[in-house]
């Protein structure tokens, strides 16, 4: 499976951005997907995940702000963004997974794509 991050940009406090991820060669709806976070000298971070079937997992640092959805017909999985802080920059990875369990732990991701960063700015 290729997946492939789009959306990044410069955004000021308080606003949005939608990422994008679209997948390639293999069977979409088959996977939970994820997006993480990764920060200049920090550890990948969970921000939001979904399952196959549509259920949403998010951080709770996130929760209120930022949306996941998927869409299977179009092999795509969206990451809706407000009221951006600047903390949250970071290059932001889309992830999948064949496998529905502890879908907030990187590691256990199957697929990533290459990442697309997110600047906000205060």
């Known amino acids: 499976v290729q997946l492939q991050a789009s959306g990044g940009g410069l955004v000021q406090a308080g606003g949005s951005l939608r990422l994008s991820c679209v997948a390639s060669?293999?069977?979409?709806?088959?996977?939970?997907m994820g997006w993480f976070r990764q920060a200049p000298g920090k550890e990948r971070e969970f921000v939001a995940a979904i399952t196959w079937k549509g259920s949403t997992y998010v951080a709770d640092s996130v929760k209120g702000r930022f949306t996941i959805s998927r869409d299977n017909a179009k092999n795509t999985v969206d990451l809706q963004m407000n009221s951006l802080k600047p903390e949250e920059s970071g290059v932001y990875y889309c992830a999948a997974k064949s496998l529905e369990l502890r879908l907030w732990v990187p590691s256990g991701y199957d697929y990533w794509g290459q990442g697309t960063l997110v600047t906000v700015s205060s």
């Open positions: 060669g293999g069977t979409f709806s088959r996977y939970a």
